[in-house]
Every structure is written in structure tokens, then in C-alpha cells.
């Protein structure tokens, strides 16, 4: 029989198909103008508006930083930290690491009890939150690379908080579900829980205490934040806590200006982040062993490539509990971790079959756990900036305090350190002296916003909330994208895995097949089922087309101009 024209055309789809993806591909949101990519829908708006005002880029991400801080109350935060990594459309690029630092009065030994055993202070209460450095951080990028006034950018955020907005059924869940220490905390049950009365879908939710912390941002700036109205009642709700955080700690907070991390693969360059992150050296070093493997030939979601990425995963996780911490207070050897020599001896001590066990990949230490509550967003504007951010209070809803009188939640990024280095800690993990608590020292972070070049142009913007499996959901819909070709929200969308070292076990999303898994259990990995990994918001830059791609995982939406 003769093929009809459409048998013809699935024909010529199916020559194009790359083994594994499927035709009918999910689609990104296009446009030509702006981009703005979030977990939540008014923040994406709020990054819209701005750019539609002639905002850039970098005014955009100001703009939803302050709105996911009334939105997604759980990671969005002005009482958290972060990180933001900049493209500028005349070929800078730049990486302003905002993350929370410890307080003056920290030491090493403070979550230990009498007995050296850890305590859960770093997770809950005063004593857990790092010095915030959110609004500083977002002051200083729009200071020196925005376009609007401040207060323009803030304002928005203002009126969400005091007007209020209309909470979906996901927000809802997550205050109920997700927020189960707030009821601790008399103002965090107060605000979030309506004492007990949880609220509904449906529901307007209103904050007029973060609403008026926001208008004296909007009116007075970071300074109001580290020395006003702001830092004095949070000092003093911290003093009358137990908490660490003074005054002096606040006006002492800086946004300090990092070069990125920079490295190529397959004809791409990645620009990436830097320590305190240590999540660009393990990107880097990840595609650099498995670049030569040919890896790639067993097709998106074959037992062959989740094992080789694994064997990568598994070897840089070593190394990172090992070597990595921040760089102001200790030695980070980037350019042993990175030296071609060195990831070629990585690359050789995999096997092509069998599973290493970690045992014998090193015998060392992790440098600690971190909880998956996070956020990331990606804009991009019509003349060419870029700009990735994560940021975090760290654990779903921080500390779970909120600052009296002040409608925010505080982090408790102290977590992040290795509350007792060298020993297992409360999750059976062990930590690395590289990061220890100090006085003023950043905790360790998996926080990777990256953007990729092609040809000096942008190509691709990433990044994930997730703890440690940040790295791994960044790295894999990089390969999905570069080398699998598939379109950004394929990419995106596609199941997910993690292996960290240790403990020796390959996490797993829905969507793998029994028999890859059966594959992969005869090679000799240990398979865990997890049910989601990552919230990836990507923005890819295809021939004058910004495709939006949010994560189908959460409520993430992508709006483009
Ligand atoms: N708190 C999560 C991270 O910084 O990796």
C-alpha cells in the first residue's frame, strides 16, 4: 500500500525522533519580549509587570524575589538568602551570593548537647536562623544593574501582603500540611495557621505585618532591613528568644560579588555557581567525567545513562563532602577538583556495568543534609539579560518563627553547616571540617542557578530548589536539553533521579520502566522511589524565541510578553 501524506509526515516525525522522547512533546511558553519563570503565579505576573513597565531583567527578578515573599510563603523570603547569577546583554556575567551568614556569637560545638550529640536547634526556633541576607542582596543587584526605582519594585509586593490574595489548593495543602511546626510559634500559628482555623482554597490570605515591613523597604530600603525599624525589633524578638542575631550582625550583613564558574561541554559554556555553592565545581566535574563515556548513545531514560550519571554523582558527592565550604574561610581546591587529570581518573574507575559501591569510592565524610524547600525563578528580558536566582529559608517554612511584629519567617540555614564534623549527625550523615560553623561564616550550599552559552549567546537559564538534588535535577535537564535534544519542557518534565554517595542508594521518580529498574538492581544500585524531585523553571533561547518552561511538579507557571 502507498503511504497517505499523513503517514508520509509521521514518517519524516519519526526519522527526527531522538530514541526516548516522546512526538508529542510538551510545550514551553513562547514569546519574544520577556520571560519570567516562577512557582507561583502572582510572582510571575509581578516579574511581567515589571518587565512590561521597561524594566530589565535584573528589576524583574528583584520584583518576584519581594513577591514570592508574601506568596510562597515557605521558601519565598526577605528572612532567607540566596543566590543570583546574571547575564548582562553586553556579555558580563556575574554572581551575587546573598546567602545568610552565621552569627558573630556562633561556634562550632552550638547544636551539640552535654553529651556531643547533635540537637535540633539548627532545624527549629531562634537559635536556627543564619544572618537573612535577601533584601540586601536584592538591593544591591538593583542598585547596580536595574533600571527602575526600588520602591517600584517592592511596592507590588507591599499591596499582595496587605490587600491580599486568593490561595489555591496547593498553598492551602502546604500551609496546613507543609508548615506543621508553625503551630510552635504563637505568631507563625497566628499568621499562617489562623490558630488551628486553617485556611481553605479560596481563601484570602492577608499579612498586614509583612505588608508594612515591606512599605518601609519599599520607602527606606535595606537599610530599614539592617538598621531601621526592621533590625531593631528583630534583634529584639531574637534577644528575648535566645536567639543569636543582633543589631551589629545586621548592619554588619554585606551581598558580597562572586565571579562565576565557568566551563564547557559538548561545544556549550556554562556559567555557573561558585563557593559557597558547591553546586557549578559539581555540574562541571559531573559532565566533564561523563563526557568521553558515551554515555549518551543508551537514549534519555536507559539504564545506561542513569548509570553512568549516577557513577559521576556518586564520585563528586564524595568530593564534596570532602573539599568544599566557604571559600572566605577555607580552601576550596577548584582547581584540582576540576583538573582534567584528575576527572579523567574519575571517569576510569567507572565501571561500564556494575555499580561502585560507595565504599569504595572514598572513604570520607558528607557535608551534611539539606532540606528539598527552596525556590528558583528565571527571567529574561527582550534585550538580552538573563538572570537566574535561588533562594531559601532553607526547611519548608524556616525556623518556623516568625519576627514579632514583622509578618516574615526567618531561616534556619545554620542547618546547612556540619553541626558536628566528622560524625554522623542526627540523619545518619557524616559532615566535613571544610564546613564547620564559625563566627560570620557561610553554610554550604546546593544552590546552582546556571546559565549556558552557545556560541556566546544564551541558550539555556536553570535551577532548582531540592537541597543536594539541586545539583543532580540541574545536571540532568542540562544532558536532557544538550544532549538529548529534547525541547526545554520535555526536558523539564522528564523523571527525575539523585545518588549523593551516601548513603549508597539511587533515588528515583515515577516513570522509569520495571525493567530499566530491574536493570539497574542487577548492576548492583539499591532503588529508592521518591514520588518528586526538583521544581526545575528554565528558560531556553531558540532563534529569537524565550520558551518558558515551569515544573508540571508544583504549581510553577511561566508568563512571557
Ligand atoms: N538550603 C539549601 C541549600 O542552600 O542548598
Not at 535584573?58 to 510563603?73: I, K, N, P, R, Y
Not at 545539583?471 to 545518588?499: C, G, K, T, Y
Amino acid at each position: 500500500m502507498l503511504p497517505t501524506p499523513r503517514t508520509l509526515i509521521l514518517l519524516a516525525a519519526t526519522a527526527l525522533t531522538v530514541p526516548g522522547v516522546p512526538t508529542w512533546a510538551a510545550q514551553p511558553v513562547r514569546a519574544r519580549h520577556g520571560m519570567v519563570v516562577t512557582r507561583e503565579r502572582h510572582a510571575t505576573e509581578a516579574g511581567l509587570q515589571v518587565l512590561a513597565s521597561g524594566g530589565n531583567a535584573v528589576d524583574a527578578a528583584v520584583a518576584v524575589g519581594f513577591a514570592l515573599a508574601v506568596t510562597h510563603s515557605s521558601a519565598g523570603n526577605i528572612g532567607g538568602g540566596g543566590f543570583m547569577l546574571v547575564r548582562l546583554a553586553d556579555g558580563r556575567t556575574t554572581f551575587i551570593d546573598f546567602r545568610e551568614r552565621a552569627p558573630e556569637a556562633a561556634s562550632r560545638n552550638m547544636y551539640l548537647d552535654a553529651n556531643g550529640k547533635a540537637t535540633q536547634d539548627s532545624t527549629l526556633g531562634y537559635r536556627a536562623s543564619g544572618v537573612p541576607g535577601t533584601v540586601r542582596g536584592l538591593e544591591y543587584a538593583s542598585q547596580k544593574y536595574g533600571k527602575l526605582p526600588w520602591a517600584s519594585l517592592v511596592r507590588p509586593a507591599a499591596e499582595l501582603a496587605s490587600k491580599g490574595f486568593t490561595l489555591s489548593y496547593a498553598q492551602a495543602q502546604s500551609l496546613r500540611n507543609g508548615g506543621r511546626g508553625l503551630a510552635r510559634f504563637p505568631e507563625s500559628n497566628r499568621i499562617f495557621l489562623r490558630d488551628g482555623k486553617f485556611y481553605e482554597p479560596g481563601d484570602t490570605f492577608v499579612q498586614p505585618e509583612l505588608g508594612r515591613t515591606l512599605d518601609r523597604i519599599a520607602r527606606l530600603g535595606a537599610k530599614d532591613f539592617y538598621e531601621g525599624e526592621t533590625a531593631r525589633l528583630l534583634a529584639e524578638d531574637m534577644q528575648a528568644h535566645g536567639g543569636l542575631i543582633t543589631l551589629d550582625d545586621l548592619r554588619k550583613y554585606t551581598a558580597i560579588e562572586r565571579k562565576p564558574l565557568t566551563g564547557t561541554y559538548h561545544g556549550y559554556t556554562l556559567v555557573t555557581a561558585p563557593p559557597p555553592s558547591s553546586g557549578g565545581v559539581g555540574i562541571l566535574q559531573m559532565l566533564a567525567m561523563l563526557d568521553g563515556t558515551g554515555f549518551e548513545k543508551g537514549g534519555a531514560g536507559s539504564a545506561t545513562v542513569v548509570h553512568y550519571m549516577t557513577e559521576a554523582m556518586r564520585r563528586y558527592f564524595a568530593d564534596r563532602a570532602e573539599h568544599l565550604g566557604d571559600p572566605d574561610f577555607v580552601k576550596v581546591p577548584l582547581t584540582a577538583l576540576l583538573d582534567p587529570k584528575y576527572i579523567a581518573s574519575q571517569r576510569a574507575s567507572i565501571d561500564p556495568v556494575q555499580a561502585t559501591p560507595s565504599s569504595q569510592v572514598r572513604a570520607g565524610k558528607f557535608s551534611g543534609h539539606e532540606s528539598v524547600e527552596t525556590t528558583h525563578y528565571t527571567v529574561a528580558d527582550d534585550q538580552g539579560n538573563v538572570v537566574a536566582v535561588t533562594y531559601t529559608l532553607n526547611g519548608g517554612y524556616g525556623s518556623k518563627v516568625t519576627a514579632a511584629g514583622l509578618g516574615f519567617l526567618l531561616n534556619n540555614e545554620m542547618d546547612d553547616f556540619a553541626a558536628k564534623p566528622g560524625e554522623a549527625n542526627m540523619f545518619g550523615l557524616i559532615q566535613g571540617e571544610a564546613n564547620a560553623i564559625a563566627p560570620r561564616k557561610t553554610p554550604l550550599s546546593s544552590m546552582v542557578p546556571t546559565i549556558v552559552l552557545k556560541d556566546g549567546q544564551p541558550f539555556l537559564a536553570l535551577g532548582s530548589p531540592g537541597g543536594p538534588t539541586i545539583i543532580n535535577s540541574v545536571l540532568e535537564v542540562i544532558v536532557n536539553v544538550l544532549d538529548f535534544h529534547m525541547n526545554v519542557q520535555d526536558a523539564v518534565n522528564w523523571p527525575r533521579f539523585h545518588h549523593q554517595w551516601m548513603p549508597d542508594t539511587l533515588q528515583m521518580e515515577p516513570g522509569y520502566s520495571p525493567d530499566t529498574v530491574a536493570l539497574l538492581q542487577s548492576r548492583g544500585y539499591t532503588i529508592r522511589r521518591v514520588n518528586a524531585q526538583g521544581e526545575v523553571a528554565a528558560i531556553r533561547f531558540e532563534n529569537g524565541w524565550l520558551e518558558g518552561a515551569p515544573d508540571p511538579r508544583t504549581e510553577g507557571t511561566a508568563e512571557g510578553r
